[in-house]
């Protein structure tokens, strides 16, 4: 398989329009950066061929980004990665090993007041 190297905000990006077309403006207010940032990485992974930009049926002045086939493929490779490293951790550490990580993972996350962040993916990674 190719490796792929997408920059946080890029990965946000491509991931964010996983779940449907976006508008620049709409995908910049889910990641919780301005649009300049938002749009910076939309041109990147448009160069690279994981987004297009669409016609927004609903709007004439606006464009909507959204996933290419190589993009979609790029989000299902990842899937499938992450969960071949889930059920090899399972045969390796055994799942009650593996399910207590996991859960202290939460658990952590709980304490640390990040939920809300990673499960809108805006948390950013540590400086």
Known sequence: MARVTIQP???SSSSHSGCGPLTISALAGRLGVTQQA???????LEKRGYLSREPDPDDARARQVVLTARGEAVIAAARRHRAALDSELRQSLGADRVEQARQ????????????????????????
């Open 9 to 11: 905000v890029s990965s």
């Open 104 to 127: 202290l993972l939460i658990d952590t996350i709980n304490r640390l007041g990040a939920a809300p962040a990673l499960r809108s993916r805006t948390a950013r990674p540590p400086r």
């Open 38 to 44: 938002a749009s910076k990485s939309v041109v990147d």
